[in-house]
């Protein structure tokens, strides 16, 4: 799977996978993009993605969680974040 980051004025803008180009929108009030906006429970569940992500020692980190009945997956590279909520 290729997955292309479209990075406008140093931010990212937009990731593009299996033929889609999808938005990547920063979370108010985490250090973390979300693919495909922002959920109504992001408070919640960017606390819990980034405390994962940040047990890595390694320069990329993929993880795909179901937590409390969510299901997402991130990935961390380069210093960035990105989350995408798998219950749309």
Request: aromatic share 6%; glycine share 10%; no cysteine.
């Amino acid at each position: 799977l290729t997955v292309t980051l479209l990075v406008e004025n140093g931010k990212p803008r937009s990731v593009s996978y299996n033929g889609e180009i999808i938005p990547v929108v920063r979370d108010p009030a985490a250090p973390l993009w979300w693919i495909g906006g922002v959920p109504d429970t992001s408070r919640l569940l960017s606390g819990k993605v980034l405390e994962k992500i940040n047990q890595g020692k390694v320069p990329v980190v993929v993880l795909t969680k179901r937590d409390d009945g969510v299901n997402l997956q991130a990935v961390a590279a380069g210093g960035l974040v990105f989350a995408e909520f798998l219950d749309k």
